[in-house]
């Protein structure tokens, strides 16, 4: 296994490179004027259009344009002209400490995962106590050095960490793009043909594929070979945020364009199907005339794992909406016995009990 490089070894080479960089100032300039706006980034055009359908903190698009503005600055005058595979780590890192400065953390626990950068965005508060367990937490050990605690702290996830990437490769012509595994993603640098650098904004370190790949097996995730681990092109990018927007919607109507939108281009996507199933089948207008669609996109979800309780749990509301209550029941009850966590077996109990009462889930 090759030996990865780490934030704090990286960190320690960053105030040599730093030092050199100040003398090549001038040069480097001519660079910072060949940024593209941020407007051209998809993450600008993505909170846009997350505005649109679902309300966003005040602040928040002036903190998004803080964040990729310092990130790429920050890219820029480490390494102006990426040429190696330790460049890209340098430059990886020096993103990596530019979002970390603006007190972005990952959060400990699945349920605080943001769904889009809106909520990403949003700011946290905690007790001495909670404010402790998050950072304490051990992918956020290497971050707290580096945070105002006096202001604000963030969620940020791997999947919203990662825009900001993508983002500052967007505004300077580098080549970073989006890899997905089952509820985890990362971007990877195709620094050329023969070399391509990966990094895990959540490790804030590059991880090989072999680390990835050991802890999914190709039996428990079906779509293993046609979906994941491998650099998604933009537009396919664009769909799983697209899909991830939708989600959040506070319009059914708003919610379904955009899932339908991202399944088009992803269609084998089981995130976004199980979420437009979800719409289809809890939603009382749609459950009336497309609870067989949802029954359609809901198992093609689940097939791809099918020890996953959360697409068990909307496979059989989809069900239940299309009026088979006796096996939604069946599926549901395996749904109880399968959740990631304790408040999601709560969940499942409650929709069981909306299924046995011949009601739609929530």
Not at 54 to 60: A, I, L, N, Y
Not at 100 to 116: C, G, M, S, Y
Not at 245 to 262: F, H, K, N, V
Not at 292 to 320: E, Q
């Amino acid at each position: 296994m090759r030996v990865t490089l780490g934030l704090h070894t990286i960190l320690v080479r960053l105030v040599a490179a730093f030092l050199m960089i100040w003398a090549g100032s001038l040069r480097s300039s001519a660079i910072f004027e060949q940024i593209k706006p941020i407007e051209s980034t998809t993450a600008y055009e993505l909170f846009t259009i997350e505005r649109g359908v679902h309300k966003v903190p005040d602040g928040s698009e002036a903190l998004l344009r803080s964040a990729i503005d310092d990130a790429t600055a920050m890219a820029v005058r480490i390494r102006p002209r990426p040429r190696t595979r330790d460049d890209a780590l340098a430059v990886f890192a020096a993103i990596q400490l530019a979002l970390v400065r603006h007190n972005f953390l990952q959060p400990p626990e699945e349920k605080d995962w943001p769904q889009t950068v809106g909520d990403a965005l949003t700011p946290r508060t905690f007790t001495p106590t909670e404010l402790e367990a998050v950072l304490s937490f051990p992918d956020n050990s290497a971050r707290r050095p580096y945070l105002d605690l006096t202001k604000p702290l963030y969620f940020v996830d791997c999947d919203m960490g990662s825009q900001f990437f993508l983002a500052v490769g967007e505004r300077l012509g580098w080549d970073i793009r989006l890899v997905e595994l089952p509820q985890h993603n990362f971007v990877r640098w195709h620094f050329s043909e023969s070399v391509k650098v990966n990094w895990d904004w959540v490790h804030g370190r590059s991880l090989d594929d072999n680390v990835y790949m050991s802890g999914v097996s190709p039996s428990d995730d079906l779509r293993f070979g046609m979906l994941y681990m491998r650099s998604l092109e933009s537009k396919e990018a664009r769909a799983y945020y697209l899909g991830l927007i939708g989600s959040e919607a506070s319009m059914p109507g708003d919610a379904e364009r955009l899932l339908l939108e991202a399944v088009t281009i992803l269609p084998n996507h089981p995130l976004t199907l199980n979420n437009l199933a979800w719409l289809y089948a809890t939603d009382p207008v749609f459950a009336k005339s497309k609870s067989d669609k949802a029954v359609r996109y809901s198992l093609a979800a689940w097939s791809t794992r099918p020890n996953h309780g959360n697409f068990a749990d909307t496979a059989a509301c989809s069900i239940a909406a299309a009026g088979n209550k006796l096996l939604a029941t069946k599926i549901e009850e395996f749904a109880v016995d399968h959740p990631n966590n304790a408040n999601q077996r709560e969940s499942f109990r409650r929709n069981l009990a909306r299924i046995t009462a011949g009601e739609l889930c929530k």
